[in-house]
């Protein structure tokens, strides 16, 4: 059974702050890494996705990958309220996406 | 381009009851998906097909039943509806080739069963 544990939260950050979200994964063959923002009540949305080890920027997001730690992160700089929602981490395995429960994220003003 | 629609946004259905809901999309994509998520939980696929007249079981298949005559319409129907099924239904489409795709969602359907 293929797997992606992430922490469920909630995690609150204070406005301005970093936010840090984890996702780790089973499948070691998975080359792909997706992470999705849903908004409550609302259907997932890209955010970001990494295909190689290490870092990748894009805007106030960076996503990080480590494929022999089978380990992916997000990373929120200067987080706005906007940013609170619920972020999927989803690798691709066998033409698939394997998703994450998600991680709730609050940004307190 | 209107995306990924689905249809309807919300039903009751009763136990036994059954129901199509209808998913399309206007992107020429490859595959389609559909998904159950619970509340608090993550994305389950249901079915998924990789092109038209091809479609293959997912991770929840049971109670379902899927057909794919065009690229653009990817319908799922439940039979015999169950308060199990109650669920929020996500389809998406995504086009697969060179390595790299991104699934765009639908709005989703919200589906009671009493």
């Known amino acids: 059974q293929k797997e992606v544990e992430q922490n469920s939260g909630p995690l609150s950050v204070p406005e301005g702050a970093i936010a840090s979200l984890n996702c780790t994964y089973s499948?070691?063959?998975?080359?792909?890494f997706f992470w999705y923002r849903q908004y409550s009540g609302k259907s997932p949305e890209l955010i970001m996705s990494?295909?190689s080890n290490g870092d990748k920027e894009d805007g106030r997001f960076t996503a990080q990958l480590n494929k022999a730690s089978q380990y992916v992160s997000l990373l929120i700089r200067d987080s706005q309220p906007s940013d609170s929602a619920t972020y999927l981490c989803?690798?691709?395995?066998?033409?698939?996406?394997?998703w994450g429960a998600g991680t709730k994220l609050i940004i307190k003003p | 381009n209107a995306g990924v629609t689905q249809t309807p946004k919300f039903r009751i259905l009763k136990i036994g009851q059954s129901m199509t809901l209808q998913c399309a999309q206007d992107?020429?994509?490859?595959?389609m998906y559909w998904y159950r998520q619970d509340p608090g939980m993550g994305l389950k696929l249901i079915y998924y097909?990789?092109?038209?007249?091809?479609?293959d079981k997912g991770e929840v298949p049971n109670g379902y039943n899927v057909s794919r005559s065009t690229t653009e319409d990817f319908p799922l129907r439940l039979e015999l509806a169950a308060p199990s099924q109650t669920s929020v239904y996500f389809c998406?489409?995504?086009?697969?080739?060179?390595?790299?795709?991104?699934?765009?969602f639908g709005p989703g359907t919200r589906l009671l069963v009493l």
């Open positions: 992107m020429n994509h490859n595959y």
């Open positions: 998406a489409s995504s086009w697969r080739g060179g390595g790299q795709e991104t699934q765009y």
């Open positions: 990494i295909y």
């Open positions: 499948d070691r063959g998975s080359q792909s």
């Open positions: 097909s990789v092109g038209a007249g091809i479609t």
């Open positions: 989803a690798p691709d395995s066998n033409y698939q996406l394997i």
